[in-house]
Every structure is written in structure tokens, then in C-alpha cells.
């Protein structure tokens, strides 16, 4: 096995990462260097999607972690490698707390883990950046929104 992850803080509500995290992988948000996600089904557990890395080929995962405001996982399988990417939040006092990771395990995760995981993880800084600055803005803009506008997320 093999395993990264990128963490980072925002002022962002839990709420607006969530938002931006569940858009990105529904297709409704997408920011300069991200991958494209079409979904194929509802937004749950068990749900295909097809994830198109920019310059690459198009690529099936499929949800297997769901708790709404909390965690988002996927998986996608390459013969006897699975890849797990993942996010996790957690409340701050001023904010959230991700962690965005990815785990290669498998028959061949051991040898194969430590050349793929680190090109495909190089970005993971600034997609995780450009994430939360997404979710910032929305946080902005709802905090302009009338209070019977705003969503928030049973804790």
C-alpha cells in the first residue's frame, strides 16, 4: 500500500467545502487544472462517475464513502491497483479542516504505488487550493445572500 495526503485549513464553513467538494464530483464545479466529473446516477454511495484528468483519458470510479458535510471517497481500479482518493472535514473553531488523500493498495499497490502516487498526487496542493477557494467565494457570497437563502448541514 501507499498513501499521500494534502491538508489544509479554511475559513470557510464545513458547509461551503462540502458544497464545493460534492459540486466537483457532480460536475457543477470545475477551476483551472481540475478533473472533469460526470456522474451517472444520484450522489451516493454505489454511484459510477467518470473522471477525466486534464490531458488525459477518461477513467470509471465509483463513490464507495458518503457522509454528507463530512467525507466524499471514490475508487477507481486498474487491473490489480485500486486507488482510493478521499476528503475528509472537520470543524474548526473559525472554520474546516480538510485532508485529501489517496491510497494505492492492491495486489500490485506495493510496487506500483510509489512511481504512480506521486504524479498523480503532484497536483494535489493546488487543486486542494483552488477547492477551497471556491468554497471561500460561495461562503462570501452567501454571507451577501438573504438568511432564508442560506443551506446549512445538520452537524
Same mark, same amino acid.
Given at each position: 500500500?501507499?498513501?499521500?495526503?494534502?491538508?489544509?485549513?479554511?475559513?470557510?464553513?464545513?458547509?461551503?467545502?462540502w458544497e464545493a467538494v460534492r459540486d466537483l464530483h457532480t460536475g457543477g464545479l470545475t477551476y483551472p487544472g481540475a478533473d472533469r466529473?460526470?456522474?451517472?446516477?444520484?450522489?451516493? =454511495? !454505489?454511484? #459510477? %462517475?467518470?473522471?477525466?484528468?486534464?490531458?488525459?483519458? *477518461?477513467?470509471?470510479?465509483?463513490?464507495?464513502?458518503? +457522509? &454528507?458535510?463530512?467525507?466524499?471517497?471514490?475508487?477507481?481500479?486498474?487491473?490489480?491497483?485500486?486507488?482510493?482518493?478521499r476528503y475528509e472535514l472537520d470543524d474548526l473553531a473559525d472554520g474546516t479542516f480538510v485532508r485529501y488523500s489517496l491510497t494505492i493498495?492492491?495486489?500490485?499497490?506495493?510496487? =506500483? !504505488?510509489? #512511481? %504512480?502516487?506521486?504524479?498523480?498526487?503532484?497536483?494535489? *496542493?493546488?487543486?486542494?487550493?483552488?477547492?477551497?477557494? +471556491? &468554497?471561500?467565494?460561495?461562503?462570501?457570497?452567501?454571507?451577501?445572500?438573504?438568511?432564508?437563502?442560506?443551506?446549512?448541514?445538520?452537524?
Amino acid at each position: 500500500m501507499w498513501s499521500t495526503e494534502e491538508t489544509a485549513e479554511t475559513g470557510a464553513s464545513r458547509e461551503a467545502v462540502w458544497e464545493a467538494v460534492r459540486d466537483l464530483h457532480t460536475g457543477g464545479l470545475t477551476y483551472p487544472g481540475a478533473d472533469r466529473f460526470e456522474l451517472h446516477g444520484p450522489f451516493e =454511495v !454505489g454511484t #459510477e %462517475l467518470t473522471v477525466t484528468p486534464e490531458g488525459q483519458e *477518461p477513467i470509471r470510479s465509483r463513490i464507495v464513502e458518503l +457522509a &454528507a458535510g463530512k467525507t466524499y471517497a471514490d475508487v477507481t481500479e486498474f487491473g490489480t491497483v485500486r486507488l482510493t482518493f478521499r476528503y475528509e472535514l472537520d470543524d474548526l473553531a473559525d472554520g474546516t479542516f480538510v485532508r485529501y488523500s489517496l491510497t494505492i493498495d492492491g495486489a500490485d499497490g506495493d510496487t =506500483v !504505488g510509489p #512511481e %504512480l502516487g506521486p504524479q498523480i498526487s503532484a497536483d494535489f *496542493p493546488q487543486s486542494l487550493a483552488a477547492l477551497l477557494a +471556491a &468554497a471561500e467565494r460561495r461562503a462570501h457570497d452567501a454571507d451577501r445572500a438573504p438568511a432564508g437563502d442560506r443551506a446549512t448541514l445538520d452537524a
